[in-house]
């Protein structure tokens, strides 16, 4: 059975380092179709829309879709998308590796971060010359959801330490925002009591200032939308940054995944981007597909690249995009 | 002239380091009537409610007053007396001294947080059995007050850098709140521009990452509410957690000052609380009360003490509460 596959590069490094993804997916013995859309800055300019209709439709109809990065446009390329494959979770690793220099090597966390409401919920107004509002939702649907989710992602060993009796963490404000973050923290709780999985808390600003003093003693972490957008790329400034950081936007159906990185227009266009967080997205996406072999081949190839192989200039190295990919696949 | 200041302990630890604070203040030549009033959990155990009316009134008519810790009640106690004291901006320095153990020695910012509104608006609203939602308020008046405070600020050498020239950074998600956030951002970059002072600007998400890697890169930051709660407890990791890290809530004619950290209830009552951030708030009191030298001799006097004299537990020491504050006292 042929996986149908949208690729949408997007603007900058995206590129260049989901062509680097596809190559490490081609390498592999799993049947993909791959499409090509168009999204971001230059399509806007070419066409006035950052993200067609055409695109939108693509991926909501695929198995799943790949996407690099956006530049200005990003939000408006982002959030649609992940609404068009019906996300409802975003997970999103953070692991530093061996012999990649990190502030805090032992992190090893996985974020699952609440993928439709909160402040995303996209209702703001203008209601006076000095006022504005946005309305900021949350559901006990949606939160159970999430929640069913981080039950089954620890039940099945998926957590950093493979152990379903680690349980998770939620993360949240809900002494300040006691109705909306409260009702989350309640759901989430309730779910995991209901199922038997083991479930602390933490307030999100204590967690802030608890991750760099202390990552190891954090797993698997639920959060609202933008508290999974902070603290997730919090984790990144601890592991090195967001050039090793890939992510899943899971739906019902259908799934979209993306390095955490944006466009980088500093080196873009240079063949010297790192491709590890697309590549890894990559691995993420066989792994959604039912293709954990493979999967794990991927990481494991990344990892041993990281580790002793070439490396791109913002780990310290001076390798291209193209001998870095190369690496990984004569390691599959 | 005598200044009245209102003292709250408030539980836990804030029963061991506000008296140290006061100890401090007593040491020094300035001419203070301290009102001792209640509020916290032990307050509403013993009348009802964790803030009294008659607690709340004091503070609101007192020249300052300094604050310890709540515990289960503390959003019940601080968001009101923020209100007490008219406070606008939430003033939080996070520095790391030298001989202090921390993941980023080079860490010296001050994030202004608007302290009035945003998710602290207090507007929650059940909907229906499912949903839930929080009506997140950004007014062009507030922001551009804490602009306006944040240019003198700047102005006036306060920022760590203590050259007017650095500026500041805003941190926001205009990208997702574009109205909310849009509106907040577009205003102080409005007047930091009308006052001719450097301001740049920062996505929150990415502030988070950029922070551990290179805290250097930054001075005074201006957030929004809970951006700024969120953050600045991220550089509290930063410079070796919260026992350190004072605060100020200034209003117009009054403010309030509280250490960063919590009731710490693990160790409240052993007299070994690190009375550090309490006396660090205490000199920010006296600079607020226009004591400016005498601030500065208490700085200078915990720095002394940080850097060569007896430590609490959390700092690896083995010094009480009390022989750490006769220290600082000594070195006033
Ligand atoms: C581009 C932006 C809308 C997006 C978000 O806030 O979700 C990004 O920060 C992310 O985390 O993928
Ligand atoms: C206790 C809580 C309401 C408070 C806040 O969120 O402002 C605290 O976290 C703080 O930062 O002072």
New interface residues.
């Given amino acids: 059975m042929s996986h149908e596959v949208v690729v949408i590069e997007g603007d900058g490094i995206g590129r260049e380092v989901i062509p680097a993804a596809v190559e490490v997916l081609e390498a592999l013995p799993v049947d993909f179709e791959f499409v090509e859309a168009d999204a971001g800055d230059a399509t806007e300019e070419a066409t006035g829309e950052a993200l067609p209709a055409e695109t939108y439709d693509l991926a909501a109809d695929a198995d799943a879709t790949l996407f690099g990065a956006a530049g200005e446009t990003?939000?408006d390329v982002i959030?649609p998308l992940r609404d068009a494959v019906d996300s409802f979770v975003n997970v999103r690793p953070a692991k530093a590796y061996p012999g990649v220099d990190a502030?805090?090597p032992e992190t090893d966390v996985v974020f699952l971060r609440e993928n439709t409401e909160g402040?995303?919920s996209g209702h703001?107004?203008?209601l006076s010359?000095?006022?504005?509002?946005?309305?900021?939702?949350?559901?006990?649907?949606a939160s159970r959801e999430l929640a069913e989710f981080a039950c089954e992602f620890v039940e099945d060993g998926r957590g950093p330490a493979g152990d379903p009796d680690e349980g998770f963490t939620v993360a949240h404000?809900a002494?300040?925002?006691?109705?909306?973050d409260?009702?989350f923290r309640e759901e989430v709780l309730a779910v995991a009591e209901e199922r038997g999985v083991d479930a602390d808390e933490e307030l999100?600003?204590?967690f802030?200032?608890?991750?760099?003093?202390d990552p190891g003693q954090y797993g698997v972490i639920v959060c609202p939308n933008?508290a999974g957008?902070?603290?997730s790329?919090?984790a990144?400034?601890?592991v090195?940054?967001?050039g090793l950081l890939p992510s899943a936007n899971v739906g019902h159906d259908n799934a979209l995944f993306e390095p955490v990185h944006g466009t980088a227009p500093d080196i873009a266009g240079e063949g010297i981007a790192n491709p590890t967080a697309a590549v890894l997205s990559a691995a993420m996406l066989l792994e959604y597909l039912g293709h954990v072999d493979e999967g794990r081949r991927v990481r494991d190839a990344v990892e041993g690249v990281l580790s002793d192989g070439p490396r791109t200039g913002d780990l310290g190295g001076d390798a291209t995009t193209e001998a870095v990919t190369a690496a990984i696949v004569d390691r599959l």
Avoid: H, I
Wanted: charge should be negative; glycine fraction near 8%.
């Fill in positions: 990003a939000a959030l502030l805090r402040v995303y703001e107004d203008r010359e000095d006022l504005s509002t946005l309305t900021r939702v949350v559901t006990s649907s404000k002494n300040v925002m006691r109705e909306t409260g009702r999100m600003d204590a802030a200032t608890k991750l760099p003093l933008l957008d902070v603290l790329d919090l990144a400034g601890l090195g940054g967001l």
